[in-house]
Each structure stands twice: as C-alpha cells, then as structure tokens.
C-alpha cells in the first residue's frame, strides 16, 4: 500500500512542477511570491516523497519547502529517517546465576566419615546427621 501511494504522489508531482514551470514564465516580477495553492499541494507531497526529492523536482530551497512545512504542522518525510518506537527486551541476567548447593563433611568417632553434596536450598542436614551419627 505504500508503494502504491508513493507512486501517486510521484505522478502527482510531475503536473505541479509544470504549474512551478508555468507560474515562473508568468509571473509578474521575479521576486513574486510563490501562490498558496502552489505551497498547500508542495508540502502535501511532502507527506509521502522525500523533501529533498519535491524541492529538487519543482526547483526550489529545500529550507524554504523545510519552512513551508513547518508553517503548515505537517511533518517533512527525509529519506534517512525512520519512525522509532520503543522496545521493551525481557531482563536477562549478564552472567549465569549461581546455583545454590550445601556441603557437608561429617567424620565418627570410630573414623568413618561421610561428605554430601546437596543441590536443594534446605537440605534435610538433621535427619541426615542424625542417621549418619546412629549407625554402627
């Protein structure tokens, strides 16, 4: 859909640079202003062409056209912009979070010893120990 407005736009500015052409073969003097109706369909196809593609087209400032534009509250389309939104990305942490785990290291009387690993937040150390230590 874009690209079949941007080619109606173009066709239109074909027959507005012949009326540009038109106005400045007949104008009265040279420092004769350009006519509204002139300025109004300008600055309208501005809305869909690139700025500096209409100001080069009906042979004119581009600052003028740039002026026109803002006069009218009508945004200038440049072919290096683009429209910007924001972004919302999901938080990822910088670096792996670490795990968490519990070591335990228990030794008898009688020389018998038993190291555990556990990968639980809370292992179950007293039932554990308790085991451990009553065994023979």
Known sequence: MKSSTHSHAEQALAPLAVQFDHW???RATRRERIPDC???QAVALTTVLPLSRVAK???MSWQDLHQHCAAH???AVEPSSTALSF???PATPAWPMP???AEVELQRPDGA????HAHEPQP???????????TP
């Open 57 to 59: 087209c009906l042979r």
């Open 87 to 89: 972004v919302e990305l």
């Open 124 to 134: 179950p150390l007293v039932a554990l120990v308790r085991t451990f230590l009553e």
């Open 73 to 75: 509250n009508t945004p």
């Open 99 to 101: 795990t968490l785990t």
């Open 38 to 40: 002139l300025w109004e």
């Open 24 to 26: 400045r073969d007949h």
């Open 113 to 116: 010893r038993r190291r555990m």
